[in-house]
């Protein structure tokens, strides 16, 4: 099987393609829960501080609340989710987007995840080949997809998936798999300051905080796993995005300008385009300098 995939492409990127589906699946629950875990986890830390013992009972006696548990159900009638209706996309299309309950509608965002993280993970798998590289960033892809999501419903990059993301570029470029060590190391601590120091600038000239500490975070990883070489790319890309899409946002929907954007996806968007087309968009900018 392995010698299969190795050699041949297309077995390799339709595999890739299904097991993405299936971990699409589940990166719906991460999106969901994640962010209601890191709340129940501050509440905990807040009453242990407060030294509220009332509130420490109430808050052990709650059912527990993780990834895995409790199972999925329906929000609206309590419908558990049997394993034929939670195939990635087909249960979808086969239940009409509707529980086979209550009839309440499902949000198409679902399969829309699922096959995002597919799609994506297989243009990885079918443009890097059977091998370390192409691994790695099919991991990389899907906890990007998880990171921008649920930075759009919450403004959180949660620290359990940026902070083993960057030690993961580090242990990756000990062996040189995306740029040399020290390049990575450089760009985790590159990406870290630079917009540590917008930040605080930022803050200073406005008294406004222009965006969260989970950014720095994520900038770092990405300078881990791509060098430092890479980050001005990164960045430049995330800003002209982030700009066009801002802008749209509040002349087609009327977004109240005061109104935060989150930040976090368009890095990874920027960093999924310079997977895919960085040393293109490189080749031909120093072309055009020729």
């Not at 999501?149 to 620290?159: A, E, H, R, V």
């Not at 060590?181 to 222009?210: D, Q, R």
């Amino acid at each position: 099987m392995i010698e299969l995939l190795s050699e041949n492409t297309v077995a390799y990127t339709a595999t890739v393609f299904v097991l993405s589906l299936l971990v699409g699946s589940f990166l719906n629950v991460v999106i969901y829960r994640l962010p209601v875990m890191m709340k129940n986890a501050w509440q905990c830390e807040i009453a242990e501080f407060q030294e509220d013992e009332k509130e420490l009972a109430r808050l052990e006696k709650e059912p527990a609340f993780n990834l895995i548990k409790p199972d999925s159900t329906c929000p609206k009638c309590g419908h558990k989710i049997r394993a034929w209706e939670n195939i990635p996309v087909i249960s979808w299309l086969a239940l009409r987007a509707k529980c086979s309950q209550c009839k309440n509608p499902i949000s198409a965002r679902y399969p829309a995840i699922e096959f995002i993280t597919a799609l994506l993970s297989a243009f990885i798998a079918f443009q890097y080949g059977f091998g370390t590289e192409s691994f790695a960033l099919v991991f990389f892809c899907w906890c990007l997809v998880a990171l921008t999501f649920i930075d759009f419903d919450t403004q959180l990059l949660p620290d359990s998936i940026t902070l083993p993301l960057l030690w993961l570029g580090l242990l990756l470029n000990l062996n040189g798999t995306f740029t040399a060590i020290n390049s990575a190391v450089i760009g985790a601590v590159a990406g870290y300051l630079s917009l540590w120091s917008i930040y605080w600038l930022f803050k200073l000239l406005t008294g406004k905080e222009g965006m969260g500490f989970g950014d720095f975070k994520l900038f770092a990883a990405f300078g881990a796993w791509f060098g430092w070489l890479a980050l001005p790319m990164i960045i430049l890309l995330s800003s002209l995005v982030g700009a066009v899409v801002g802008i749209l946002m509040i002349v087609i929907r009327g977004r109240d300008r005061q109104l935060p954007i989150p930040f976090g996806p368009y890095l990874c968007g920027a960093a999924l385009v310079y997977i895919f087309w960085g040393d293109a968009i490189m080749n031909w900018y120093l072309g055009s300098m020729v």
